[in-house]
Nanobody, 121 residues
Framework: QVHLVESGGGLVQAGGSLRLSCAAS????????MSWYRQAPGKQRELVAA???????NYADSVKGRFTISRDNAKNTVYLQMNNLKPEDTAVYYC???????????????WGQGTQVTVSS
């Protein structure tokens, strides 16, 4: 079994910062891409940022220049540093990882339980 556990969400004022963490644990052979998604009330889940296994990041236009994604492969952990937060960043943030449990399996997508981020104006 594989588990993704997120932490670091909370309530912050506009202009503030938060750092999200997501740690993968369990039967893991390797982790390919790791990503952060978010879902605001009444809206579809959207990709916020992704990082490849070699560390190349990609960002949604709405967060470029404010958010930074990084990973620590030794800890099977991905981070999302969020600066200059805006009320429109309010959402539940989900971690996603493409994980191979064994050498002969293809990567499968796993999701965390989500962490609430609320930005007040």
């Amino acid at each position: 079994q594989v588990h993704l556990v997120e932490s670091g969400g909370g309530l912050v004022q506009a202009g503030g910062s938060l750092r999200l963490s997501c740690a993968a644990s369990g039967s893991i052979f390797s982790i390919n891409a790791m990503s952060w998604y978010r879902q605001a009330p009444g809206k579809q889940r959207e990709l916020v940022a992704a990082i490849t296994g070699s560390g190349s990041p990609n960002y949604a236009d709405s967060v470029k220049g404010r958010f930074t994604i990084s990973r620590d492969n030794a800890k099977n952990t991905v981070y999302l540093q969020m600066n200059n937060l805006k009320p429109e960043d309010t959402a539940v943030y989900y971690c996603n990882a493409a994980i191979r449990r064994t050498t002969w399996e293809s990567p499968h997508d796993y999701w965390g339980q989500g962490t609430q981020v609320t930005v007040s104006s």
